[in-house]
């Protein structure tokens, strides 16, 4: 089966700098690539997705890339806030996500005031 | 997302009880999963229903059931639970070609 693999645990950056959180798949079938956000006591929120037939993907301060070839994905947060710190999962799935996601285990994303 | 909504949010339970825990949905989507979450680890798919009557195991189905009883509702049972079943759980729902799930607030199970 699929197999994500998510880098660092733990990243800690000063506000208004970028963040950067790397994810590697494994099934070269997956298409589709979504990133969660979840904040401490709540479920995940989809902050944005890319599919396999595009590289890059932007919303406002966020961002996603997709290498196929090398099989990793990443996200991009820039001028980063207080309300971005949380936890991060990246995701992949072959259907589109309709059979379910096969997720990285998470990235804790700290904002130093 | 308050359109999922998950019962109990919190439950403790011993070792051997059987336990169930629901999903209700307002999004009128057909698509509804229950994956577990613990501690420094991701989500584990358990198991997803497309409707009704198309039940699917995930990737870590021993140990659970589940009931589609209708569109909107989505439980998972645990007939006889035991320790390591102590996790987060929680429900999502996706529209038509799945894309973006909408996960439910989760509960917090606990077997003692």
């Known amino acids: 089966g699929e197999n994500v693999e998510q880098h660092p645990s733990t990243l800690s950056v000063q506000e208004g700098d970028s963040a950067v959180i790397k994810c590697t798949y494994s099934?070269?079938?997956?298409?589709?690539f979504p990133w969660y956000k979840q904040e401490l006591g709540k479920g995940p929120q989809l902050i944005i997705d890319?599919?396999?037939?595009?590289g890059e993907k932007k919303d406002q301060r966020i961002a996603v890339t997709l290498n196929k070839t090398a099989k990793h994905f990443s996200l991009h947060i820039t001028e980063t806030q207080p309300e971005d710190s949380a936890v991060y999962f990246c995701a992949a799935s072959k259907g589109g996500g309709a059979d379910g996601l096969t997720f990285g285990k998470g990235t804790h994303l700290i904002i130093q005031p | 997302d308050a359109d999922v909504t998950q019962t109990p949010r919190n439950r403790i339970t011993k070792t051997g009880k059987r336990i169930m825990l629901e999903c209700s949905q307002t999004k009128g989507h057909d698509r509804m999963y229950w994956y577990r979450q613990d501690p420094g680890l991701g989500l584990q798919l358990i198991y997803y229903?497309?409707?009704?009557?198309?039940?699917n195991k995930g990737e870590i189905s021993d140990g659970y059931s589940v009931s589609r009883q209708a569109q909107a509702k989505f439980s998972l049972s645990l007939e006889s639970a035991i320790p390591n079943q102590t996790a987060l759980y929680f429900c999502a729902t996706s529209g038509p070609g799945g894309n973006t799930q909408y996960f439910g607030p989760g509960t917090r199970l606990t077997v003692l």
């Open positions: 890319i599919r396999s037939n595009v």
């Open positions: 099934d070269s079938a997956s298409n589709y």
């Open positions: 229903s497309f409707d009704v009557k198309d039940i």
